[in-house]
Nanobody, 113 residues
């Protein structure tokens, strides 16, 4: 059974840093990533990483956020620096196998100005 669980959200001041973690288990994942969503807005891509090592970032977070995994490809991280109020959202972990993708339950990140 596949499980995808995020942790690490919280409240931080603008300009601060935060690290999100996601533990994925129950299958072999080929792509993992982070998405975020605010009320009334479609869920948007933040960053993804593939087993081949390729990464992809949204323009809005490029240079501020870093996505990475552990060696076992079971834990995904998102290190966020220089956070801005517009980064406030629920952040979702996404883990994709060769057949389908799975979502975590989300973790709230709030950046106070």
């Amino acid at each position: 059974q596949v499980q995808v669980v995020e942790s690490g959200g919280g409240l931080v001041q603008a300009g601060g840093s935060l690290r999100l973690s996601c533990t994925a288990s129950g299958s072999i994942f080929v792509i993992m990533g982070w998405y975020r969503q605010t009320p009334g807005v479609q869920r948007e891509l933040v960053a993804t990483v593939s087993r081949g090592g390729g990464t992809n970032y949204a323009d809005s977070v490029q240079g501020r956020f870093t996505i990475s995994t552990d060696n076992a490809w079971k834990t995904l991280y998102l290190h966020m620096d220089n956070l801005k109020p517009e980064d406030t959202a629920v952040y979702y972990c996404y883990a994709r196998t060769a057949l389908r993708g799975y979502w975590g339950q989300g973790t709230q990140v709030t950046v106070a100005s």
